[in-house]
């Protein structure tokens, strides 16, 4: 349920019923125990290859980025590879064909493959708030949800996060109805968000990070409404792995989360150097300036960069309320189904506590 970067090629639309037809993607913790399968010290030495497949290559899944490039993945015995799968329905089909042992996207992405029959877990929350705003020249009127009525908003191609957060906004926060409100998505490329604000097609565009600090920077646009604000804290991304991995591995599970929980307690407690360190490390295309200031929006300024990776049921209800009022799924699952959350209990109650 998120957006693509700027900087990587758009990805192709997909309607719903195309995505329910692919069969369904600070402390630092000592490692508490050594793999089973790294029983001997020469073994122990070697790190597991690991692939996670995420949604897009975004700037707000920086705690897999953080725990690579900080190196907490290689100290709980992962080797991690990460690729992106090209759009927030493309992630769950890598994890379920085998390709890949963790999915990160939106959550939504494992209700509509249990629906199709998938065995998926969710395991570890990955964003924990919507990092998302709406930009728009200075001066614009924009201050409140119900000013979108009657408004122009530039998007990204459906499905994406940018149509469905401020769809969900305005019906669930706002009391009213898009379409019966004169809202009009204009749904663009990637990239294109921006230039769409300018020229005046679009009365005001949705972005997530880098696009903000990018349209701030370069074409002098200001972020005019947090979406933040007004829907508050869920699991929006989540990783996610097939039932039988925890089934037949539960170490590397435990692994994975301890890394994350590792990861996310550094990004808070350092000021904003590790953010910084992974993301320059991962998006070698954008400047440090926009990484640092979309380090202030995501960590300081948003619920979107989680304290510890436990995904509640609370958060998880708000979760599924949000995609289903916003269209990413057509019905929900419950908590005690589709998630375990004792890997992420555990990891987050060793952060601290070295051994």
Sequence with gaps: M??????????????????????????????????GRLGSPALAQAAIPVRVTEAIHLGMYVSVYAAKHGGFFRKHGLDVTVSSAGGIALA???????????????????????????????????????AMWAVAKPGSPIKAIGDFRGKTIATLRYPSSTIQTPTFAMKERGGFEPDKAGVRFLQLPNGAQAQ??????????????????????????EPVFSFSDIIGPLSWTTAMVKRDLIDKD???????????????????????????KASVAEFSQVSEAVIRSAADNLLRRSSAIPKNPTISKAEWEADMAFELAGGAIRTTRPYEEMVDNGFAERATAKVGRPS
């Design 2 to 35: 998120h957006t693509e970067n700027p900087t990587r090629p758009a990805a192709p639309a997909l309607s719903f019923a195309s995505r329910r037809t692919v069969v369904l993607g600070t402390g630092a913790a000592a490692l508490s125990a050594v793999f």
């Design 92 to 130: 769950v089909p890598v994890v379920l064909s085998g390709n890949a042992s963790f999915a990160v996207t939106g959550a939504g992405m494992s209700v509509n493959a249990a629906n199709e029959g998938a065995k998926l877990v969710n395991v570890a929350k990955i964003v924990g708030g919507v």
């Design 196 to 221: 769409a604000v300018l020229d005046g097609r679009a009365d005001v565009a949705t972005m997530f990070e880098w696009d903000v600090s990018i349209s701030k920077q370069q074409f002098n646009l």
């Design 250 to 276: 539960p170490k590397l599970v435990q692994a994975f989360c301890d890394a994350i929980a590792e990861a996310q307690a550094a990004l808070h407690a350092d000021g904003n150097e590790l953010f910084v």
